[in-house]
């Protein structure tokens, strides 16, 4: 079956620190891949996304790419900010139009 | 634009008691899904519409939740009677239909509910 696994949280960073979140998936067919935030009492804002592999997908200094060889969808930001503290979840959506969240990793940043 | 509209933002019910939430889907977004994040998890899908028909409600516990778009716009999710695993944010989100990939996926804010 479908499935995304990412590294558990808690995260903490100084600010300017680089940030790693690792994500990895299983799944049949061809899906697309996306990183997902939730700010505090918030509902889950759209980061990032890449359709098909080798595709990379980029937003306010966030990026992934889709490495179908590896299954994987790592999160990436050279240089972090205390806003950007928040939740972030991997997910992937199958050709049936269905989302597998990952269980989320928590980032806290420090000034 | 208006996003995906939820209410009510909280709920504290006892357990067995009953509780429905309201999602207000985009306007012309066809296809609606409810989820269920429970605390340290991502969210799980529980149904799905397209217009007023169901497409998947395979992960819907149906001995107690049901769920119904009547007129393909807003739907209702309701719980009945609630148990403290029901403990959770629900989430609604709503997309254009299949054949454009889902384009539009929004989610709204959720509604928290929590059962004593």
Request: proline share 4%; glycine share 10%.
């Amino acid at each position: 079956g479908n499935s995304v696994t990412q590294m558990e949280g808690p995260v903490t960073l100084s600010e300017e620190a680089f940030l790693t979140i690792n994500c990895t998936y299983t799944a049949t067919g061809y899906p697309s891949l996306f990183w997902y935030v939730q700010y505090p009492g918030e509902g889950l804002q759209l980061l990032l996304k890449a359709t098909k592999a080798d595709d990379k997908g980029s937003n306010k200094g966030f990026e992934a790419t889709y490495r179908k060889e590896t299954t994987s969808f790592h999160l990436e930001k050279g240089s972090v900010q205390v806003s950007d503290s928040a939740v972030y979840f991997c997910a992937l959506r199958d050709n049936f139009n269905k989302f597998y969240f990952g269980s989320g990793t928590k980032l806290n940043v420090k000034p | 634009e208006a996003g995906v509209a939820q209410s009510p933002r909280y709920k504290i019910i006892e357990k067995r008691q009953s509780v429905a939430f309201w999602c207000n889907p985009i306007s012309g977004h066809a296809t609606l899904y409810w989820y269920q994040q429970i605390l340290g998890q991502g969210p799980k899908l529980l149904i799905q519409f397209q217009n007023n028909g169901v497409v998947d409600d395979s992960q819907l516990p149906k001995d107690r939740f049901s769920a119904e778009r009547l007129k393909g716009v807003d739907s209702t999710l309701k719980i009945q009677p609630a148990k403290l695993e029901d403990s959770a944010v629900y989430l609604c989100a709503s997309s254009f239909p299949d054949g454009l990939k889902g384009y539009g996926y929004t989610f709204g804010s959720g509604t928290r509910l929590t059962v004593v």
